[in-house]
């Protein structure tokens, strides 16, 4: 039987569906300006959304977008300004400011927006009024939708920390850092020649918070050809930004390649190589290698190359601990750079929350020649495949930081080159790393480098250089690959038959 507070949550909801245009598949809210009225609101209602759109055939968002703003290039875009009165909590004081974004140029799918106070949701409408276009024709009156939205945080002077816009990626910072990577809520079948498929958000409820708050709620509703989830953001903005992800997803259909805490970044070129790079900038990456500390507590420190071939590698794990792509390079002299500040951008770390079980941290290095690209993406792939009609639920805390969050005592990478060895294939490496234990007399006295190389690879003329007096230790070494194509090495620092060093990886190919 079904009782009145059943009838009363499914008109909520059914109310709340239909002014995210999801009452019926593909449909859109009218254009329009006037406000949508309020509706009950919990964030239940978001997974029941989610649980219900799972069972419809996928139709992708739609509605029309004036030409007004469909035909603006990129730089137009971003060229266009919120005047105050678009702006979420500007002035009152609440610690966060939202400005909506509006559709255009590379943004055109709709993403419906509501401020949720009291319990109740409130559907914002786009006023082109509220938009200053920098001289170009403005689109006509009329509710044209948003397509994400920017976050403002602080009290005095709030200050951009986060973006969510496009498909279902955002991007944060710590205090004082430039935008940089790219996460991915869901990450689906990236790197396979079928095509990867890419969700969309398609609402977003944003709690408002008190005055004076430090913490910023979100829920999200997503969708996609093979699976329909809702997902709840927690922000707590500061000198390390952290972002509580909790995911509840549903399949239409199996899915085999999934990935968690998915984030992307640029590597064009730095000291481990410079591959048909004509360059006045001494070197141009976002991130410059994959951390990962695996099931079994060992710290692993993979650098990331501009390949010449698309590279996928697989680290495989059993509840892992966490992984991340990190920018260790924080000297304005190892770019050169004073527009892009590369030095400035954020290192991410993801630590699940929960067991996750079996799988494997995934890394794809993409051929690029341009500083535009996300060509690195790091994220997990569960071992076990989803089942059409399945329902599951991860979470994961995700750190956009300066330096990752309880960093081992054990001595760090902080230098990978590579260069021509002595003859033929042979290629010449040098490692550097630093750290408290390379400044102890008796460490450095049994200091001793664990090097090995699989698949066929001969490991010569290797060479230890200790540097104590600036806590840092070098090893060199000669690879010759043989007739192979794909060489993988792996090297650690010991002393007395235990690890004083993070473990060193890396893939050379031909």
């Given at each position: 039987?079904?009782?009145?507070?059943?009838?009363?949550?499914?008109?909520?909801v059914?109310?709340?569906?239909?002014?995210?245009?999801?009452?019926?598949?593909?449909?859109q809210?009218?254009?329009?300006?006037?406000?949508?009225?309020?509706?009950?609101?919990?964030?239940?209602?978001v997974?029941?959304m989610?649980?219900r759109?799972?069972q419809?055939?996928?139709?992708?968002?739609?509605?029309?977008?004036?030409?007004?703003?469909?035909g603006?290039?990129?730089e137009?875009y971003v060229?266009?300004?919120?005047?105050?009165e678009?702006?979420?909590?500007d002035?009152?004081?609440?610690?966060?400011?939202?400005?909506p974004l509006?559709r255009?140029?590379?943004?055109?799918?709709?993403?419906?927006?509501?401020?949720?106070a009291?319990g109740?949701?409130?559907?914002?409408?786009?006023?082109?009024?509220?938009?200053?276009?920098?001289?170009?024709?403005?689109?006509?009156p009329?509710?044209?939708?948003?397509?994400?939205?920017?976050?403002?945080?602080?009290?005095?002077?709030?200050?951009?920390m986060?973006?969510f816009q496009?498909?279902?990626?955002?991007?944060?910072?710590?205090?004082?850092?430039?935008?940089?990577?790219?996460?991915?809520?869901?990450?689906?079948?990236?790197?396979?020649m079928?095509?990867?498929?890419?969700?969309?958000?398609?609402?977003?409820?944003?709690e408002q918070?008190?005055?004076?708050a430090?913490?910023?709620?979100?829920?999200?509703?997503?969708?996609?050809?093979?699976?329909?989830?809702?997902?709840?953001?927690?922000v707590?903005?500061?000198?390390?930004?952290i972002?509580?992800?909790e995911?509840?997803?549903?399949?239409?259909a199996?899915?085999?390649?999934?990935?968690?805490?998915?984030?992307?970044?640029t590597?064009?070129?730095?000291?481990?190589?410079?591959?048909?790079?004509?360059?006045?900038?001494?070197?141009?990456?976002?991130?410059?290698?994959?951390q990962?500390r695996?099931?079994?507590?060992?710290w692993?420190w993979?650098?990331?190359?501009n390949?010449q071939q698309?590279?996928i590698?697989a680290?495989?794990?059993?509840?892992?601990?966490?992984?991340?792509?990190l920018?260790?390079?924080?000297?304005?002299?190892?770019?050169?750079?004073?527009?892009?500040?590369?030095?400035?951008?954020?290192?991410?770390w993801?630590?699940?929350?929960?067991?996750?079980g079996?799988?494997?941290?995934?890394?794809?290095?993409?051929?690029?020649?341009?500083?535009?690209?996300?060509?690195i993406?790091a994220?997990w792939?569960?071992?076990?495949p989803?089942?059409?009609?399945?329902e599951?639920?991860?979470?994961?805390?995700?750190?956009?930081?300066?330096?990752?969050p309880d960093?081992p005592?054990?001595?760090?990478?902080?230098?990978?080159?590579?260069?021509?060895?002595?003859?033929?294939?042979?290629?010449?490496?040098?490692?550097?790393?630093?750290?408290?234990a390379?400044?102890d007399?008796?460490?450095?006295?049994?200091?001793?480098?664990?090097?090995?190389?699989?698949?066929?690879?001969?490991?010569?003329e290797?060479r230890?250089?200790?540097?104590?007096?600036?806590?840092?230790a070098r090893?060199?070494f000669?690879?010759?690959?043989?007739?192979?194509?794909?060489c993988?090495?792996?090297?650690?620092?010991?002393?007395?038959?235990?690890?004083?060093?993070?473990?060193?990886?890396?893939?050379w190919?031909?």
């Amino acid at each position: 039987m079904i009782n009145r507070r059943q009838l009363m949550w499914s008109g909520a909801v059914a109310a709340l569906a239909a002014g995210a245009g999801l009452a019926r598949a593909g449909s859109q809210p009218a254009a329009g300006g006037g406000e949508a009225a309020e509706t009950p609101f919990a964030p239940e209602m978001v997974v029941d959304m989610a649980r219900r759109l799972a069972q419809r055939p996928f139709a992708r968002a739609g509605g029309d977008l004036p030409e007004e703003l469909a035909g603006l290039t990129y730089e137009q875009y971003v060229g266009v300004r919120a005047r105050p009165e678009a702006l979420l909590w500007d002035g009152e004081r609440r610690g966060f400011v939202i400005e909506p974004l509006p559709r255009g140029a590379l943004f055109r799918d709709r993403v419906e927006i509501y401020v949720v106070a009291d319990g109740r949701a409130r559907r914002l409408t786009f006023n082109p009024a509220s938009h200053d276009f920098g001289g170009l024709p403005p689109p006509p009156p009329g509710d044209a939708g948003f397509s994400g939205f920017r976050i403002f945080a602080g009290l005095d002077r709030p200050a951009q920390m986060a973006i969510f816009q496009g498909a279902t990626f955002y991007r944060a910072i710590a205090r004082g850092q430039n935008m940089g990577a790219t996460a991915r809520t869901l990450t689906l079948r990236p790197g396979e020649m079928r095509g990867e498929e890419i969700p969309a958000f398609r609402a977003f409820w944003i709690e408002q918070p008190p005055p004076g708050a430090d913490v910023l709620t979100l829920h999200a509703l997503l969708d996609s050809e093979s699976l329909a989830a809702a997902a709840h953001f927690t922000v707590r903005p500061g000198d390390m930004t952290i972002i509580d992800v909790e995911v509840t997803l549903f399949t239409r259909a199996a899915i085999d390649h999934i990935g968690w805490g998915g984030h992307a970044a640029t590597y064009l070129f730095g000291a481990a190589g410079r591959r048909n790079v004509d360059d006045v900038r001494a070197a141009v990456f976002e991130v410059n290698g994959l951390q990962m500390r695996n099931g079994r507590g060992e710290w692993l420190w993979r650098p990331v190359t501009n390949p010449q071939q698309l590279q996928i590698s697989a680290f495989v794990d059993s509840s892992p601990r966490g992984f991340g792509l990190l920018q260790r390079e924080r000297a304005f002299a190892a770019f050169q750079d004073d527009s892009q500040r590369f030095d400035r951008r954020p290192s991410v770390w993801v630590e699940p929350l929960g067991d996750w079980g079996e799988g494997q941290v995934q890394l794809i290095e993409i051929p690029t020649e341009s500083d535009i690209n996300d060509n690195i993406l790091a994220y997990w792939r569960p071992r076990a495949p989803l089942a059409a009609g399945a329902e599951v639920n991860f979470a994961y805390r995700q750190y956009w930081c300066w330096q990752i969050p309880d960093p081992p005592e054990l001595a760090r990478v902080i230098l990978t080159r590579t260069g021509r060895g002595r003859s033929g294939r042979r290629r010449r490496f040098l490692v550097e790393f630093t750290g408290a234990a390379l400044a102890d007399p008796g460490v450095v006295a049994a200091l001793q480098p664990s090097l090995s190389a699989a698949n066929g690879g001969v490991i010569s003329e290797m060479r230890l250089w200790p540097y104590p007096e600036r806590r840092a230790a070098r090893v060199a070494f000669e690879l010759d690959p043989g007739d192979s194509q794909l060489c993988e090495l792996r090297l650690a620092l010991e002393a007395a038959g235990k690890p004083v060093s993070e473990t060193w990886l890396y893939r050379w190919t031909a």
